[in-house]
């Protein structure tokens, strides 16, 4: 199965998108965007160029001028694969000796207010804040409502991914087996979830007995032995860029009576977290749903994260499913949902999917039985 799809979405999606960053601008009393490579550029003119020490920009005016993008003239094929041409932005290329900074601030008016890319690099940052009046605020909340819903064609890719990463989890009786180590179980994963449609392994996690009470270990040369509960949390993008995730747990043999308890709980869990999820509701209304379940059967303390993250363009953006976070869920709205117990020194588990918020519920991208899988 090819890995790419498509590179990108239609130009007019991305047309929209910049409008309403102009229209959250304005609202905002900012006088432009400044993005650099990352997700924030990806999201809004469909470009996965790379960020180097010289600087690639997308400059967006709230004045309705045409963006630019100032990028180095070595650089400029990285805007073949976006929609940068089909929109009509202005391409300011230049060379070195050339100072890329005064190209963007000749776009600006003078003290302009100005929003970064979070991820933007402080060697850029520093120069272009030297334009602006104050502070450069972060674009993260003029692009979050647009960021956090995702339109048909998000979903579409979110449900390709989850799809992907189900085939890779249904395999698993391939690589997890007694006598190996976690490096040579993950190394086979990292293969499969290419295999299965994915551009790359982004993040493979495969922790055996005692690591896998560890929520973000990664792997080691620790041998996987018969009786051992596994946590296997897995994900990686497709085109154009859209990530999966998915948390399935495993045990290698039969597993204790106490196990088997435990494990009901922590899939009665998550499923209530699931259960709950609809337009309206609060955020932290999730994580609660997950966390009393697990609180009224003892496990309360086992658990030592929140219930999720948003997924999209980044494995972790928002909407993030935790107490405290009163935002209202909206259709469109992607996350993960991911209780976990985890008793330190001995064994561990997580169940998780990725859902999406619909007019009137919930639709999860994952559809692999949840609870303790035996191998």
């Not at 776009?107 to 502070?135: F, K």
């Not at 493979?204 to 041998?223: F, K, L, Q, T, Y």
Request: charged content about 20%; aromatic content about 4%; hydrophobic content about 45%.
């Amino acid at each position: 199965m090819s890995a790419h799809t498509n590179a990108r979405f239609a130009a007019t999606v991305y047309g929209q998108r910049l409008e309403r960053a102009v229209e959250s601008m304005r609202a905002a009393h900012l006088d432009a965007l400044l993005i650099t490579p990352g997700p924030d550029l990806r999201y809004l003119i469909g470009s996965a160029a790379a960020s180097f020490e010289r600087l690639t920009c997308l400059v967006i005016p709230a004045d309705g001028a045409t963006p630019s993008v100032v990028i180095p003239k070595l650089e400029l094929a990285a805007l073949d694969d976006s929609a940068a041409g089909e929109l009509g932005l202005q391409v300011l290329d230049w060379v070195d000796g050339i100072d890329p900074y005064q190209l963007v601030r000749s776009i600006l008016h003078a003290g302009s207010r100005i929003a970064v890319a979070d991820d933007m690099p402080a060697l850029h940052l520093v120069p272009l804040a030297e334009s602006t009046t104050g502070l450069p605020a972060s674009a993260t909340p003029v692009l979050r409502k647009s960021r956090m819903i995702k339109d048909e064609a998000e979903i579409d890719a979110l449900r390709r991914a989850g799809a992907a990463i189900d085939r890779v989890h249904a395999r698993m009786g391939e690589f997890l087996r007694a006598g190996r180590t976690e490096a040579e179980v993950a190394a086979e994963i990292t293969a499969a979830i290419i295999e299965e449609g994915h551009t790359e392994a982004a993040f493979v996690i495969v922790g055996s007995g005692p690591n896998g009470a560890i929520p973000h270990h990664e792997m080691s040369d620790r041998v996987v032995e018969q009786g051992d509960v596994v946590v296997i949390d897995i994900g990686g993008p497709v085109e154009p860029g859209y990530y999966s995730d998915s948390t399935r747990t495993y045990v290698l043999g039969t597993p204790s009576p106490e196990i088997v308890e435990q494990m009901a709980v922590l899939e009665a869990a998550q499923a209530a977290a699931v259960a709950a999820v609809r337009p309206g509701v609060t955020a932290e209304s999730i994580d609660a749903a997950a966390r009393t379940v697990l609180a009224d059967s003892g496990l309360g303390d086992a658990f030592i994260h929140r219930t999720g993250h948003g997924i999209g363009l980044s494995v972790h953006e928002e909407p993030y499913i935790v107490g405290g976070n009163d935002l209202v869920l909206e259709a469109g709205m992607a996350f993960s949902i991911e209780p976990g117990i985890y008793f330190r020194g001995e064994w561990g588990a997580r169940i998780e999917d990725i859902v999406v918020v619909t007019e009137n519920g919930v639709e999860s991208m994952n559809n692999r039985p949840h609870g303790l899988t035996v191998l």
